[in-house]
T-cell receptor
Framework: KQEVTQIPAALSVPEGENLVLNCSFTDSAIYNLQWFRQDPGKGLTSLLL?????REQTSGRLNASLDKSSGRSTLYIAASQPGDSATYLCAVRGGSNYKLTFGKGTLLTVNP | KAGVTQTPRYLIKTRGQQVTLSCSPISGHRSVSWYQQTPGQGLQFLFE???????NKGNFPGRFSGRQFSNSRSEMNVSTLELGDSALYLC?????????????FGPGTRLTVL
């Protein structure tokens, strides 16, 4: 059974810092990994999708890496801004039913 | 292109009642998946529909059911509501049912069971 763990559970940083969010998963037989952002009481916004054959993806100030063999992914946020404050969720897609298995998320607070 | 839409956004029901939630996928997307989000369990997969057929199912009781229409819109039904069904219900759409598809989520329906 796939399990996804995100560390840390919460992170508070001053504006302008570069930061790294971590995600690990137990079963490396995945199709892809997605990073999402969720604002309080809202739905999920897809940030980056990394296919199983890829090593990293970049979008603006965000860079996500994937090491499938070790079951790890990182989300790097450069020059953080208060608007980046949200919960960041990592999800892997795998198994015979293609379902997304989510981590519990990292609550990020960027202080002005 | 319009995103995934879900109606209603908020619902309050009492125990024992039933409820129907609706999801309209992104135009051209034929796969719709449903997830339940609670503070304790996080996000959990309910089921996926593709071309009007349930393709996959998570570990939820039979009180949770769904269907998909020919225009790819999907509905989820929960019967005999329990307090523990209070959650944010999210639907996601993707072009097809394959494992390499990116999933796009709607804003969710917040269900409160009293």
């Amino acid at each position: 059974k796939q399990e996804v763990t995100q560390i840390p559970a919460a992170l508070s940083v001053p504006e302008g810092e570069n930061l790294v969010l971590n995600c690990s998963f137990t079963d490396s037989a995945i199709y892809n990994l997605q990073w999402f952002r969720q604002d309080p009481g809202k739905g999920l916004t897809s940030l980056l999708l990394i296919q199983s054959s890829q090593r990293e993806q970049t979008s603006g100030r965000l860079n996500a890496s994937l090491d499938k063999s070790s079951g790890r992914s990182t989300l790097y946020i450069a020059a953080s801004q208060p608007g980046d404050s949200a919960t960041y969720l990592c999800a892997v897609r795998g198994g015979s039913n293609y379902k997304l298995t989510f981590g519990k998320g990292t609550l990020l607070t960027v202080n002005p | 292109k319009a995103g995934v839409t879900q109606t209603p956004r908020y619902l309050i029901k009492t125990r024992g009642q039933q409820v129907t939630l609706s999801c309209s996928p992104i135009s051209g997307h034929r796969s719709v998946s449903w997830y339940q989000q609670t503070p304790g369990q996080g996000l959990q997969f309910l089921f996926e529909y593709f071309s009007e057929t349930q393709r996959n199912k998570g570990n939820f009781p039979g009180r949770f059911s769904g269907r998909q229409f020919s225009n790819s819109r999907s509905e989820m039904n929960v019967s005999t509501l329990e307090l523990g069904d209070s959650a944010l219900y999210l639907c996601a759409s993707s072009p097809t049912s394959g494992g390499d598809n990116e999933q796009f989520f709607g804003p969710g329906t917040r269900l409160t069971v009293l």
